[in-house]
């Protein structure tokens, strides 16, 4: 081989012979600290209702929920993400903001139980209204500032029940903005916001939309949630997220989006999180129950490159297992 002089002195393979070596050339590593485990909760008792496109992921009561957390703790996760079923559905998603609502509750409830688990909520109104829509809707259209308000209203309810981190997932202008101005005129200066900031109009949200009840149920998402096809407009979407006070930011789904979250990581200095949302776990379970990928190497390897791409905390329905196999 004429022209290349390096072989045989560089011989790569060398830190691959063994473990120990593996290990110690290894660049990123996975802890469950960095983990949030997302859960759906619901009214009643003794409930525990599977989610059928998302195999091991459950819909479940504030009882059933707080074992759950209590797990999740000892496995050392880093908090929890709670989105709630209501017991009914509005147009203006009045249970969101009700301050005995599900969310509500289930905050006072892991916060009795397991106080030192960090408990973040989903901030949004497609989960309580009865279009399905993210915000309030107003001759045909999602209202924007009338949106904000009622977000405000929900992000405080959450944080006077005991939430550690509201997290804005609407993708209306300004709700970062909003929700920082409801909590300081409260007191609550020192509650960190975790922005959605760049949240993309992703089909990967599908199973979620089963497990929440969700789907929009006229037209789509595509005038408040991003055009996947968008790295710049990110960029613009978590710079604004920061100006309105954001405190982590997010970019979301996390596997078709790695370059934007390396990007993100780049530019930014804020703690940065990415979602692994629903669709990429269900496809990761649905490949592996048919045995044509094996779940555990896989996982891994996802979840890796999330975080090597440059997330420093990954949302993932996948938590506790990857907790469970780092403890082996
Ligand atoms: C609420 C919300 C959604 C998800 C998180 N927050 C659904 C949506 O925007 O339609 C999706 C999470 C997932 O797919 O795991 N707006």
């Not at 949030?36 to 459950?58: A, D, L, S, T």
């Not at 809707?137 to 959450?158: F, W, Y």
Request: charged share 25%; proline share 6%.
């Amino acid at each position: 081989m004429t022209g290349y002089n390096a072989y045989p002195e560089t011989r790569l393979r060398r830190l691959r012979g063994t473990d120990p070596l593996r290990n110690l050339a290894r660049e990123t590593r996975l802890s469950p600290k960095e983990f949030i485990y997302p859960m759906f909760v619901m009214h009643g008792h003794g409930v525990r209702e599977p989610i059928e496109p998302m195999p091991g992921c459950h819909q479940v009561s504030l009882d059933v929920m707080s074992d759950e957390a209590g797990e999740a703790a000892e496995l050392g996760i880093g908090g929890v993400l709670l989105f709630g079923l209501p017991a009914e559905k509005d147009p203006l998603g009045t249970e969101g903001y009700d301050p005995e609502g599900i969310v509500q509750e289930a905050v006072r409830t892991i916060k009795r139980d397991h106080p030192d688990m960090l408990v973040s909520t989903d901030v949004c109104m497609c989960e309580y209204t009865d279009h399905g829509h993210c915000g309030v809707i107003d001759n045909g259209k999602i209202d924007n500032d009338q949106t904000l308000e009622l977000l405000a209203r929900t992000a405080l309810t959450h944080v006077q029940a005991g939430a550690d981190l509201p997290a804005p997932s609407a993708m209306m202008d300004g709700q970062v903005w909003a929700i920082r101005q409801a909590l300081n005129a409260e007191g609550y200066d020192d509650t960190p916001i975790m922005g959605y900031a760049a949240k993309f109009a992703s089909g990967f949200y599908g199973p979620f939309r089963v497990a929440a009840g969700s789907s929009p149920q006229f037209g789509d998402r595509k005038s408040y949630q991003m055009d996947p096809a968008n790295s710049r407009m990110a960029m613009r979407e978590i710079e604004s997220d920061i100006a309105e006070g954001a405190d982590i930011v997010m970019v979301k789904p996390a596997m078709a989006y790695m370059d934007v979250i390396r990007e993100a990581r780049e530019r930014f200095n804020h703690p940065l999180a990415a979602y692994n949302v629903s669709g990429e776990y269900s496809m990761v379970k649905a490949a592996a129950q048919q045995g044509w990928i094996d779940e555990r190497p896989v996982t891994t390897e996802l979840l890796t490159g999330i975080k090597r791409a440059g997330a420093d905390i990954i949302i993932s329905y996948f938590a506790k297992d990857v907790a469970r196999w780092l403890q082996e």
